[in-house]
């Protein structure tokens, strides 16, 4: 019997609530009182330990009340009209793709449901219209797999473990993005279930807005139940991983460095730099992933690597099947990923390996565990990528509106003691906040967070620039009006964590921005300072004007540099956890006026 989504809410708000049960037990019930019954699993079933235990960090491997397991997009739009009815609208459920993302609660929930995408896993070539249809819950090796047998591929996830609903939800950085931009710019076609549990398909003829919106929008609108890929003739790729040993990063970075600024000259050549710490073999060292994506060995766009003199490589022509195998990383560990763009700027390269290594050396005095890996990766994240973006109809990660050539760190460290969580997340966190607050200092800061790498406490789709971050929420209200993906699902990224800036302020006449105010600090070395600090309330903004001015004058740029870094992690937080703006403003101003006074009153005295 098939029942449509409306039916089935009706039959749902109609069962019995069974007595003492609690709202998730309730939920778990709900489903299983459906035709989806032989799909939901409990904590003690194989099923259920088998997709708990498939989570690539271990420490997100929560144990939700059930775990429901479709097969079909029929499947889940009766899942979501279910959970969307049962229990008043109180039950919370998960959405999990390949399950890679790296903090607890994105893709898994404690108390509730999670809609494991798993078994919807095939992907289809159709070679008439040069597309692949790819199901959710699918691996990219599986995938590049199937469309090996007729020689193409698409550009996705860089390790085959990787899901691709996540992936291509958050952007997707490909081998092939410098030549047809990221994996999201080459979808061509989305089937979604919206929170009412209608089937749609968002295209650029076809409900238009939600197709862009979910080029990098996230989780924010439905679950998407199959992307249709544009594919790319030819699979086979030369490329692998070369190591070094660690006396070699300046040359490292200096290549780097050039070839971020020269991929638009040979679009065809990817570059991941990686500088590793092995706790088990004390190791530590620099490896890069080089991928050529033509089967053409010693492309020149790499000679200032390959002269460099390695201890290992793996280089060859093999398809991106065998590739993606490679890049593989050690699934069963507890993780933590941040990461922040920077312009590309080769002081700012060397600090990323110059804070990678005392991250290692105070893990080495830290840890309680002996087995543990930190990496630290540079990858490019040239203009030339955007260019694409916009070729295609553009997405939203608003990366249009800068104009320099930037490139990515990623701060990725892994562990097996739970012992060590904060110790690792600290590392991570510190190593963070160092990096950036030094690319201020120098002038090759940019705000740019990339989704897929963020970590909870960051706010990548505040980053997306104000146009994009309104366009995603006025297509998440129209296509989702009772705000499910915002509440009833409250794992990921979601746009109601990104303040209203109009809603916060006294208005928009009242809201400004200070920019680029240059604080100079004459006759010394770290001479400018940038302010890009956000003003909700006029007279915060006068207040924080006077301070400005007063630091630029009187207070030694450390501290002026200590001051920003202060207000920007304050303000990121406010957004974050929506904390009242009128408070938080006036923290900031007492704190700020307190010590300039104090400084100048030194000042004053010791002269
Ligand atoms: C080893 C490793 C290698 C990686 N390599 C790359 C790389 O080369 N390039 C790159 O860009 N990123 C890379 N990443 C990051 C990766 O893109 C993200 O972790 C991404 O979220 C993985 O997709 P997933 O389906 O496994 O995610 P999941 O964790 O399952 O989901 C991510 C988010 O999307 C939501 N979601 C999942 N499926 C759906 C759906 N069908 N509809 C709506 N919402 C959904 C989830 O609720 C969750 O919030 C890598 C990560 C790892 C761990």
Redesign the pocket.
């Known amino acids: 019997m098939h029942l449509t989504p409306a039916v089935a809410a009706l039959c749902i708000s109609a069962l019995p609530k069974a007595a003492h049960a609690t709202t998730s037990e309730t939920c778990c019930s709900a489903l299983g009182a459906t035709a989806l019954k032989s799909q939901v699993v409990y904590p003690g079933s194989a099923g259920y330990k088998k997709s708990i235990d498939s989570y ?2 271990e420490n997100v491997q929560l144990e939700p009340t059930c775990i429901l397991q479709p097969r079909t997009a029929q499947d889940v739009s009766f899942a979501v009209s279910t959970l969307v009815a049962a229990d008043g609208g109180a039950c919370k459920f ?9 903090w607890a609660g ?2 898994n929930i404690v108390d509730g449901v999670t809609i494991d ?1 798993s078994l919807m896993n095939t992907t289809t070539y159709d070679k008439k219209a040069g597309t692949a249809s790819i199901l ?1 819950g699918s691996r990219w090796g599986g995938v590049y797999e199937t469309l090996a047998k007729d020689n193409v591929t698409v550009p996705g ?3 085959g ?7 291509l ?6 081998f092939h993005t410098a030549r047809v931009g990221f ?1 999201c710019d080459n979808i061509v076609n989305y089937e979604v279930v919206l929170a009412n549990g209608t089937i749609i398909e968002a295209n650029k003829d076809s409900h238009a807005d939600l197709f862009k919106a979910l080029k990098g929008g ?2 924010n609108f ?4 199959k992307y249709d890929m544009r594919i790319i003739d030819g699979d086979k790729l030369w490329g692998g991983i070369v190591t070094y040993d660690n006396s070699t990063t300046l040359r490292h970075l200096e290549a780097g460095h050039k070839f971020i600024n020269n991929l638009e000259n040979d679009p065809y050549a990817s570059w991941i730099g990686m500088w590793g710490y092995i706790s088990v073999t004390d190791q530590n060292m620099v490896a890069n992933a080089l991928e050529y994506t033509s089967p053409v060995a010693y492309p020149a766009a790499f000679d200032d690597f390959i002269t460099i003199t390695n201890t290992s490589s793996s280089m060859r022509i093999a398809d991106i099947w065998n590739l993606t195998q490679e ?3 050690a699934a069963g560990y507890r ?1 933590v990923f941040l990461t922040a763009s920077f312009v590309n700027n080769l002081d700012m390269m060397k600090r990323t390996v110059d804070i990678h290594n005392r991250m290692i050396e105070e893990a080495k005095t830290g840890a309680k565990g002996d087995d543990y890996t930190m990496s630290t990766m540079i990858q490019p994240w040239p203009k030339l990528f955007t260019d694409h973006s916009t070729d295609l109809g553009g997405n939203m990660l608003g990366l249009d509106r800068f104009d320099e050539n930037l490139f990515q760190v990623l701060f990725d460290y892994s562990w097996k003691d739970e012992a060590d969580d904060a110790l690792f997340n600290q590392l991570a966190n510190s190593a963070l906040e160092e990096l950036t607050t030094y690319s201020k200092l120098i002038g090759a800061d940019n705000e740019f967070i ?1 989704l ?2 963020a970590n909870n406490n960051q706010n990548p789709l505040s980053t997306y620039g104000p146009e994009n971050v309104e366009f995603i929420r006025t297509v998440a209200k129209k296509y989702d009006q009772t705000g499910v993906f915002q509440t009833q ?1 409250p ?3 979601k746009i109601s964590a990104v303040s209203n800036e109009q809603e916060d302020g006294e208005g928009s006449g009242n809201s400004r921005t200070f920019a680029g105010n240059d604080c100079r600090q004459m006759g010394t070395d770290i001479a400018v300072l940038k302010f890009d600090v956000e003003c909700h309330r006029k007279d915060a903004c006068d207040i924080l004007d006077v301070i400005f001015a007063a630091a630029a004058v009187s207070v030694p740029a450390l501290v002026v540099a200590k001051l920003s870094s202060l207000y920007h992690r304050i303000l990121e937080r406010q957004k974050a956890y929506n904390w009242d703006i009128h408070i938080i403003s006036a923290v900031i101003c007492g704190y700020s006026l307190a010590l300039v006074f104090a400084l100048i009153l030194r000042a004053i005295v010791s002269q």
């Open positions: 690539w960090a998960a959405i999990r793709g390949g399950g890679h993302t790296t994105a893709n995408l959710p996830g860089r390790s473990v990787v899901g691709v609903a996540g992936f939800l958050g952007g997707g950085n490909t994996g996230s989780s439905g679950i998407v139940t890049l593989g990383q993780d990339y897929n790498y699902v794992g990921g990224f």
